[in-house]
Every structure is written in structure tokens, then in C-alpha cells.
């Protein structure tokens, strides 16, 4: 019960559904398991619904709403209807990314480009934005972002890879800006986990079989093993917890040691 009394927001709370288990719900199934009190928030109703029902299976209050976090009035209210719900908001947990692979500056799509950084990056900056209020007027709260080691790594995500980048330097701004509010403000860098997300996506873009792309994932970490949605869930349940009271501004790998290799 390590946030118990707490209340969470989670976004990005659904997933692709393709068998297997993502991060958001993970993470929001960890947290209720520990004794939060959760707002979800995800844009599809369909695959939300489900991480609601999982739940909701094992006796947990849980709640949850639409949201586009790329659109600043949906984000205005996931945090005003979460006051309204439970009356405050202890955790954000911001798990929304989502990239493609690119890999040639010279034929980089324009579109393309602006979705991702309005995703990865605008988006966090909208939601930290609209839930400081809150968390400055009871000088307390905790944000976590989640941003991947292609942030840190040569990988054919440019667009990614960059707006996940200017992710972590901004989590590390609002840790060093909120600090005097007792506001902690970190971000997960997460390596190659097993997620239904991933997979399919490098599924999508190379034909190869999902078994194969695995194998070659595995391959890589010095673990010698992919990671998996509980590895991201348990990252962001230490960050939310009491016991990382004193950690703010901080980049923490989830990454099977992958982050090692870099410059290699």
C-alpha cells in the first residue's frame, strides 16, 4: 500500500490491443494494487474501457475520461473533473508516446514530425501546466513523464528521439522550478520492453515476424532480455512512492543496462 491515500492520474492508459500487456495499463493497475485512487485518462474509449474493467475486476475505485493531451481544454479538464471526483491530485503519471520510424532527415514528413512533438512533448508540457496549480496550492505533488533511451541512442526514430530528448530536459526544469513547492519531477527512460506498442510498430514498418523482432530486441541489453510493461509499472510506482521523497530532476533508466552502450 505504498500510495495508499493517494489519488493518480494515469494517462495513456489504454493500449494496442494485441495481446500482451502496455505500460499505462500496468502502471495503472500497479497503482490501484498499492492503494491509489485513480483518474485514467486515454483518447480511445475502447481499449480505456478495458484497463477500467481489469480494475474494477479486483475491487478498486477507479474512474475515467477521454482526453487528447495534445488539445489544452481536454487536459484542463482531466485535472478539473479529478478535483471534483477526489477533491485533489497527489500523482501525474504521464505514459502518452508514440513514434515512427523515419530515419533520414531529408525526407522527414513535416506533418509527421509536428504529431510526434505535439505528443511526446507538448502534450506533458500541457498536462504539467494545467495540474500546478493544484499541487502548488497544497505545496505537494508528483509528476512523472515516461521518455524512452532512444532519447540518449542512434536509433532511426529522429522525430521520437528528439521530442523524447527535449522530454527529459523539460522534466528537469519543472523538478528545479517546483522544487520550493515540494513538487518532485522526474521521467522514466525506458529501453527495449516487450509492449504491445512496440512490437507492433516495428512489426508495421519491417514485415519481419513479431518472434523474430523479439529475439533481435532481446539480443541487445546487456540483461541479455527485453523488459516488460510490470518493469515501466514497478519504475513509476518507486517515483510516485514515499520512498523516492527526495528524488526530484531525475533521468532513471528502466533499460536492462541498454543506456551502457551508448557511444559504443
Request: glycine share 10%; net charge neutral.
Amino acid at each position: 500500500m505504498r500510495l495508499k491515500d493517494k489519488v493518480a492520474i494515469v494517462t495513456g492508459a489504454g493500449q494496442t490491443e494485441s495481446g500482451g500487456m502496455g505500460n499505462g495499463r500496468a502502471t495503472a493497475i500497479t497503482f490501484a494494487r498499492e492503494g491509489a485512487t485513480l483518474m485514467l485518462a486515454n483518447r480511445s474509449r475502447p481499449s480505456l474501457d478495458e484497463t477500467v474493467r481489469q480494475i474494477r475486476a479486483e475491487g478498486f475505485p477507479v474512474e475515467s475520461m477521454l482526453a487528447d493531451i495534445t488539445k489544452e481544454e481536454d487536459c484542463r479538464r482531466l485535472m478539473a473533473a479529478t478535483e471534483a471526483a477526489f477533491g485533489c491530485i497527489d500523482i501525474l503519471h504521464n505514459n502518452v508516446g508514440a513514434g515512427t520510424v523515419d530515419g533520414d532527415t531529408a525526407e522527414l514528413d513535416l506533418a509527421a514530425w509536428r504529431h510526434c512533438l505535439d505528443l511526446n512533448l507538448s502534450g506533458a508540457m500541457l498536462l504539467s501546466k494545467h495540474v500546478l496549480p493544484s499541487m502548488r496550492a497544497r505545496k505537494s505533488g508528483c509528476i512523472t513523464h515516461t521518455s524512452s533511451i532512444a532519447s540518449v541512442a542512434s536509433l532511426p526514430l529522429i522525430a521520437y528521439k528528439v521530442s523524447k530528448a527535449a522530454l527529459n530536459e523539460f522534466c528537469r526544469w519543472l523538478a528545479f522550478e517546483n522544487g520550493p513547492y515540494n513538487i518532485r519531477c522526474n521521467v522514466l527512460l525506458l529501453g527495449l520492453l516487450d509492449t504491445p506498442t512496440a512490437i507492433e510498430m516495428y512489426h508495421g514498418t519491417s514485415g519481419d515476424p513479431r518472434d523474430k523482432i523479439r529475439r533481435e530486441r532481446a539480443a541487445r541489453p546487456p540483461l541479455r532480455r527485453m523488459g516488460n510493461a510490470w518493469d515501466a509499472a514497478n519504475g513509476a510506482l518507486f517515483l510516485a512512492s514515499d520512498a523516492a521523497c527526495y528524488i526530484t530532476g531525475a533521468v532513471i533508466p528502466v533499460d536492462g543496462g541498454l543506456g551502457t552502450k551508448v557511444g559504443v
